[in-house]
């Protein structure tokens, strides 16, 4: 038997056991296949409905603790490359897709595989991605449990431990994504651009470059919670938004962000045209 023959028959064969499973808090579980890193984990299940761009939500700090679900039915055709990085590392805690596919793109130095195994990463397909989207827009975001591991483990012991897992929500996620130094991304520009990372993408550093701004990005100097809920700063550390406004002629949030700027007054956001007031998700 030669070396493709094998890796077919491994194949088939774990796509035939489905000994791999996400158990979500509220008792429901779906199975599947594993792939990349071959580690369980704990984390928060949420959707994503996006055709494409599969590199770049793996690499968004703003999934970070978070089990992304993709909708779309076929993932990892055109692969993974270094240029399509939204960030420095992969935040989330694991991948869960319908079918994941060998890649046949010019443009991929490593398959999907490779890339979650590199990064220590599990994953999940085979999975009938329809039904747990459906489950999680009626039922809300859950935590849960990645069963990947060779080591045997209960639908019910998962369970438990997805139920008892602390959650997102009051964390201090935000500190685990910022970098630790700061850099310099555009040296020259019209205008002088100081950017927090509370998790940026490098396309909205891009977006600034392209709009003539010279980029100095910068850790955040305070915590602030990521969970599901309406952001609010932390104890002892919601002022850090509100000391920057004096030495900055303009502040500007993207995203999280603009919750950043608006909570520390105790306030949600303005609409500058409507003036009306309106809490915003991040």
Same mark, same amino acid.
């Given at each position: 038997?030669?070396?493709?023959?094998?890796?077919?028959? %491994?194949?088939?064969?774990?796509?035939?056991?489905?000994?791999?499973?996400?158990?979500?808090?509220?008792?429901?579980?779906?199975?599947?296949?594993?792939?990349?890193?071959?580690?369980?984990?704990?984390?928060?299940?949420?959707?994503?409905?996006?055709?494409?761009?599969?590199?770049?939500?793996?690499?968004?700090?703003?999934?970070?603790?978070?089990?992304?679900?993709?909708?779309?039915?076929? +993932?990892?055709?055109?692969?993974?490359?270094?240029?399509?990085?939204?960030?420095?590392?992969?935040?989330?805690?694991?991948? +869960?897709?319908?079918?994941?596919?060998?890649?046949?793109? /010019?443009?991929?130095?490593?398959?999907?595989?490779?890339?979650?195994?590199?990064?220590?990463? !599990?994953?999940?397909?085979?999975?009938?991605?329809?039904?747990?989207?459906?489950?999680?827009?009626?039922?809300?975001?859950? %935590?849960?449990?990645?069963?990947?591991?060779?080591?045997?483990?209960?639908?019910?012991?998962?369970?438990?431990?997805? %139920?008892?897992?602390?959650?997102?929500?009051?964390?201090?996620?935000?500190?685990?994504?910022?970098?630790?130094?700061?850099?310099?991304?555009?040296?020259?520009?019209?205008?002088?651009?100081?950017?927090?990372?509370?998790?940026?993408?490098?396309? +909205?550093?891009?977006c600034l470059e392209r709009l003539?701004?010279?980029?100095?990005?910068? !850790?955040?100097?305070?915590?602030?919670?990521?969970?599901?809920?309406? !952001?609010?700063?932390? !104890?002892?550390?919601?002022?850090?938004?509100?000391?920057?406004?004096?030495?900055?002629?303009?502040?500007?949030?993207?995203? /999280?962000? +603009?919750?950043?700027?608006?909570?520390?007054?105790?306030?949600?956001?303005?609409?500058?045209?409507?003036?009306t007031m309106a809490a915003t998700?991040?």
């Amino acid at each position: 038997m030669n070396a493709l023959t094998e890796t077919f028959r %491994k194949k088939w064969v774990a796509e035939r056991a489905r000994t791999a499973f996400l158990a979500l808090a509220d008792g429901a579980v779906f199975h599947g296949v594993a792939f990349g890193a071959c580690t369980d984990a704990l984390g928060e299940a949420v959707f994503n409905t996006g055709m494409s761009g599969y590199q770049e939500i793996l690499t968004d700090p703003s999934y970070a603790g978070q089990f992304v679900v993709l909708t779309a039915p076929e +993932i990892g055709n055109y692969g993974c490359n270094p240029e399509d990085e939204e960030s420095r590392a992969l935040f989330l805690s694991g991948l +869960i897709v319908a079918e994941a596919n060998a890649p046949s793109n /010019w443009r991929a130095t490593e398959s999907l595989q490779e890339y979650l195994t590199r990064n220590c990463r !599990p994953g999940l397909y085979g999975v009938d991605t329809r039904a747990l989207t459906l489950h999680l827009r009626d039922h809300g975001a859950q %935590k849960a449990f990645l069963h990947v591991e060779n080591t045997p483990l209960s639908e019910t012991e998962a369970v438990a431990r997805a %139920k008892a897992w602390v959650g997102l929500d009051g964390q201090d996620y935000a500190a685990r994504v910022t970098i630790e130094a700061p850099y310099v991304w555009a040296s020259e520009g019209r205008w002088r651009v100081t950017v927090y990372d509370f998790g940026v993408k490098r396309n +909205i550093l891009r977006c600034l470059e392209r709009l003539g701004c010279c980029v100095r990005v910068v !850790p955040m100097v305070c915590s602030f919670p990521m969970g599901r809920q309406t !952001p609010r700063p932390l !104890p002892m550390r919601r002022n850090m938004c509100a000391s920057c406004w004096p030495r900055a002629s303009r502040s500007w949030g993207s995203a /999280w962000g +603009i919750s950043c700027l608006g909570s520390p007054a105790g306030r949600p956001v303005r609409a500058c045209r409507s003036g009306t007031m309106a809490a915003t998700t991040r």
